[in-house]
């Protein structure tokens, strides 16, 4: 079977408002981050299948023949959705040889990969390939980039088994897949993240899948039709956290100051909703500096809010006090306790004012990107409409 050359892309997540109140019911808004993982697949007749991960330098090559004996079952074709098959997960652990649970990066790209290569091609013939991955998203630092992989994997894969259409056309850089494909991506694209992560929320994969910004509430994810696209600062202050860890404090911490914790939180999904509502807005009529205005003040409070929670970290107030010293505004964004911060930059900041910014976190030892919000979900691509460096790294997988 000789499957189809092509190359897609998918976002990484950003948590805009609602952090560790969406744990308790609260309204939480994830937005698509600018920072895109980029997946190229390449048909071969070697007999392999290869997996090219430069990020991490990792190549793995696998025979057919070897891939065919895990599936001593008979497989019926798995286009449509199923629970996920516990015991191809478990032969696949025995194949990479993980038996003791404990997953780097490199196995769990590995597992994810082969769970939905062999359930989608395993009915038929399985084609020799090359899947090579570049990511511009730092891997453990709550930024979706996980996600952004499956939703890779499960575009590019469905795509060479023919479950979805490719619509891209002659002379287009980019193209999106209808909505009912999206449903189909976003659905393996879960699967992918359960092998990775056990019970994620669906909240990575969904930003992955259709960008822009989702509103996220007791289960239920809802993506927005329209947001504005938002420049901002990404800075990663690379103190290393525990997102179980956080979670569990400000549990205790609201077990412990109900009557002070509760109405914080009422606060801060009030927060939510009023910057859904400005961005709703920003997208009906002309944007003004009130509008960022607003946003600025609710990034202080939510910021404010989170630190109260006890989730701030003393890299985070350095963020906070070199943007502000700037006039820019920042939060923390996702777990806290060190991790990532947003910065919102308005249209008209100079740039001399953005480069200084970055320079000074830099000089502070983080690593900063200018970068956006609310751009779109997973892209098929024309080799045209990426970055020359990155195709180059794809190529020479």
Same mark, same amino acid.
């Given at each position: 079977?000789?499957?189809?050359?092509?190359?897609?892309?998918?976002?990484?997540?950003?948590?805009?408002?609602?952090?560790?109140?969406?744990?308790?019911?609260?309204?939480?808004? =994830?937005?698509?981050?600018?920072?895109?993982? *980029?997946?190229?697949?390449?048909?071969?007749?070697?007999?392999?299948?290869?997996?090219?991960?430069?990020?991490?330098?990792?190549?793995?090559?696998? +025979?057919? $023949?070897?891939?065919?004996?895990?599936?001593? *079952? !008979?497989?019926?074709?798995?286009?449509?959705?199923?629970?996920?098959?516990?015991?191809?997960?478990?032969?696949?652990?025995?194949?990479?040889?993980?038996?003791?649970?404990?997953?780097?990066?490199?196995?769990? =790209?590995? /597992?994810?990969?082969?769970?939905? *290569?062999?359930?989608?091609?395993? =009915?038929?013939?399985?084609?020799?390939?090359?899947?090579?991955?570049?990511?511009? /998203?730092?891997? #453990?630092?709550?930024? #979706?980039?996980? =996600? %952004?992989?499956?939703?890779?994997? %499960?575009?590019?894969?469905?795509?060479?088994?023919? %479950?979805?259409?490719?619509?891209? $056309?002659?002379? +287009? *850089?980019?193209?999106?897949?209808?909505?009912?494909?999206?449903?189909?991506?976003?659905?393996?694209?879960?699967? #992918?993240?359960?092998?990775?992560?056990?019970?994620?929320?669906?909240?990575?994969?969904?930003?992955?899948?259709?960008?822009?910004?989702?509103?996220?509430?007791?289960?239920?994810?809802?993506?927005?039709?329209?947001?504005?696209?938002?420049?901002?600062?990404?800075?990663?202050? &690379?103190?290393?956290?525990?997102? $179980?860890?956080?979670?569990?404090?400000?549990?205790? &911490?609201?077990? &412990?100051?109900? !009557?002070?914790?509760?109405?914080?939180?009422?606060?801060? +999904?009030?927060?939510?909703?009023?910057?859904?509502?400005?961005?709703?807005?920003?997208?009906?009529?002309?944007?003004?500096? @009130?509008?960022?205005?607003?946003? @600025?003040?609710?990034?202080?409070?939510?910021?404010?809010?989170?630190?109260?929670?006890?989730?701030?970290?003393?890299?985070?107030?350095?963020?906070?006090?070199?943007?502000?010293?700037?006039?820019?505004?920042?939060?923390?964004?996702?777990?806290?306790?060190?991790?990532?911060?947003?910065?919102?930059?308005?249209?008209?900041?100079?740039?001399?004012?953005?480069?200084?910014?970055?320079?000074?976190?830099?000089?502070?030892?983080?690593?900063?990107?200018?970068?956006?919000?609310? #751009?779109?979900?997973?892209?098929?691509?024309?080799?045209? !409409?990426?970055?020359?460096?990155?195709?180059?790294?794809?190529?020479?997988?």
């Amino acid at each position: 079977m000789k499957v189809p050359d092509l190359i897609v892309s998918a976002p990484g997540k950003a948590i805009l408002h609602g952090e560790h109140a969406v744990v308790h019911g609260k309204v939480a808004l =994830a937005v698509s981050l600018n920072l895109r993982t *980029y997946m190229k697949l390449k048909s071969t007749n070697n007999g392999k299948v290869s997996v090219c991960l430069p990020n991490i330098n990792a190549f793995l090559s696998w +025979d057919l $023949k070897d891939l065919k004996a895990i599936l001593t *079952y !008979s497989s019926d074709n798995r286009v449509e959705v199923k629970r996920l098959d516990t015991e191809l997960v478990k032969r696949l652990h025995y194949f990479v040889g993980v038996t003791n649970g404990n997953l780097d990066t490199c196995n769990m =790209a590995t /597992l994810s990969f082969l769970y939905i *290569y062999l359930s989608l091609f395993g =009915a038929g013939g399985l084609p020799s390939m090359t899947v090579s991955v570049w990511s511009e /998203l730092p891997t #453990g630092a709550g930024l #979706g980039s996980s =996600a %952004a992989y499956s939703v890779c994997l %499960a575009a590019a894969l469905l795509s060479a088994s023919g %479950a979805i259409s490719s619509q891209l $056309k002659e002379g +287009d *850089y980019t193209s999106r897949w209808s909505q009912e494909d999206l449903e189909l991506i976003n659905s393996w694209a879960f699967q #992918g993240e359960m092998i990775i992560h056990g019970s994620p929320s669906g909240v990575d994969n969904a930003v992955g899948t259709w960008g822009g910004m989702l509103r996220f509430l007791a289960g239920k994810i809802i993506p927005l039709s329209r947001v504005p696209l938002l420049r901002i600062l990404l800075t990663n202050t &690379k103190v290393p956290r525990s997102t $179980k860890v956080l979670v569990a404090k400000v549990k205790d &911490k609201i077990n &412990k100051f109900p !009557s002070i914790m509760n109405p914080l939180l009422d606060s801060v +999904d009030a927060i939510s909703c009023s910057c859904e509502k400005v961005l709703i807005d920003m997208t009906c009529q002309p944007i003004t500096g @009130e509008h960022y205005s607003i946003l @600025e003040e609710l990034i202080d409070i939510n910021q404010h809010h989170l630190n109260v929670m006890g989730v701030g970290h003393p890299a985070l107030d350095v963020v906070c006090r070199v943007t502000l010293a700037r006039g820019l505004h920042s939060k923390l964004t996702g777990a806290g306790g060190g991790g990532c911060s947003i910065t919102l930059l308005r249209p008209e900041t100079d740039t001399s004012v953005v480069q200084s910014t970055v320079q000074e976190l830099k000089d502070c030892g983080f690593d900063c990107w200018e970068t956006s919000i609310g #751009g779109p979900g997973v892209l098929e691509h024309s080799p045209l !409409s990426i970055r020359e460096d990155i195709v180059r790294i794809l190529n020479s997988c």
